[in-house]
Structure formats: structure tokens, C-alpha cells
């Protein structure tokens, strides 16, 4: 059986995660997915875009965990009843990871993906992570923002987040036990991030 490559894209807000993720598939030549899944999960699933693009990695209150773990329970999602629109929305997007993985290869950033397929043998998940004071200096250029501006939009982003993930799933966003690959990318740079990443992925392959 051919070897797929999945790989999932956990970041800390500022860390350059996208912009690697986003590299790493032109590089690997395979799709690339961050909010192109907004537009997906819309067409799939029949509810408005902007109503996904609104709630994209929002927390909710509470998540019935059994939906969480078994999405095709509910059936038509977007005619569901008695499921709020926030869990709607959640699963429209898990299925649609799911969807995408096993139609072709991909690279996919965010949206608890490494949650959605943790049963999937294929799957490889990252993290990318860095120093706040690196981050701070990435989005101060990036968005033209003062230092006290930069590093309140980090730690609101990264709030959410991290609230949207252990909502969503029985782990911690941002853990290491919970990824295969964590980078520190003030380390190494989004281009050896890149790199080491592609590394990995042949080795997992050849291991296998």
C-alpha cells in the first residue's frame, strides 16, 4: 500500500506555523489547507461561509465529548436538531479534515486537525512554537503594531486557541505528547523549519 503524507500544523500565534506549513507543501508538491477548509466545510455541509469564517477557532462553553469522537453520529449536520450552530460548525470542519486527508495528500494548519485524525496511521503532527519577545518582534513588522499592541494580539490569538483545542479534545493544545514534532522556530528559522520537518517525514516513512 502506497505511503500517504499527512501532516498537521499546530502554532503558537507569531511563530511563522502558516507560513511553514505553507512552504512545506509547495516544497512536498501536496494541497495546503488553513482557511480554505472554511469555504470547504461550507459547500459540504450547507451553511454559509461567514458563519464559519465568524467562529473560526472560537472556544465554546461545552461540547457534547460523544460528537467530538464519533461526528457521523449526527448524520445531516447542518439539519441536526438540537445541536448548537458553534458544534454544527465544529463538526462540518472535522469532517472535512478527515474528507481532504483521504482524498490526496496535505499539509493542514489548525483547527484541532491532529485531533480529527489521530486514528489516522498516516498523519504526522507539529507544533511550532517560539519565545514570546520573537514573536512579538515578527508581529510588530508583520502588522505595523506597537510592542504593547503586538503582544496583546499574541496572547488574546494564542488564548483562543488553545480554549478552541481542549474544548474540542480530550488534550492540551500546545503539549508536546501530543505532537510527533515540536520546533522552535527562533531557533532554526521557518526555512530549516521546513527542512527538518521533510526530514522527518522520510524517516518516519523509511521506519515503516
Not at 455541509?45 to 464559519?52: A, H, M, N, V
Request: charged share 25%; hydrophobic share 40%.
Amino acid at each position: 500500500m502506497a505511503k500517504r503524507t499527512v501532516i498537521t500544523i499546530g502554532r503558537e500565534f507569531g511563530s511563522g506555523g502558516r507560513e511553514i506549513g505553507k512552504k512545506l507543501a509547495d516544497e512536498l508538491g501536496i494541497a495546503f489547507y488553513d482557511k480554505e477548509l472554511l469555504e470547504i466545510a461550507a459547500q459540504e455541509s450547507g451553511i454559509c461561509r461567514e458563519l464559519f469564517e465568524s467562529n473560526d477557532e472560537k472556544p465554546v462553553s461545552s461540547l457534547l465529548y460523544s460528537l467530538s469522537v464519533n461526528p457521523y453520529s449526527v448524520g445531516n449536520i447542518a439539519g441536526a436538531a438540537n445541536i448548537p450552530l458553534t458544534q454544527k460548525l465544529f463538526l462540518a470542519q472535522f469532517e472535512t479534515i478527515q474528507k481532504l486527508a483521504k482524498k490526496s495528500d496535505c499539509v493542514i494548519v489548525g483547527r484541532c486537525a491532529d485531533y480529527a485524525l489521530r486514528g489516522d496511521p498516516d498523519c504526522i503532527n507539529v507544533f511550532i512554537h517560539a519565545p514570546l519577545g520573537y514573536r512579538v518582534a515578527r508581529i510588530k513588522e508583520l502588522h505595523e503594531l506597537s510592542s504593547n499592541e503586538a503582544k496583546d494580539l499574541i496572547v488574546k490569538t494564542d488564548k483562543k486557541r488553545a480554549a478552541y483545542y481542549n474544548a474540542y479534545s480530550d488534550k492540551k493544545w500546545g503539549e508536546t505528547a501530543n505532537y510527533h514534532l515540536a520546533i522552535d522556530s527562533s531557533v532554526i528559522g521557518g526555512k530549516n523549519a521546513v527542512e527538518l520537518i521533510k526530514q522527518f517525514v522520510g524517516m518516519r516513512q523509511d521506519a515503516r
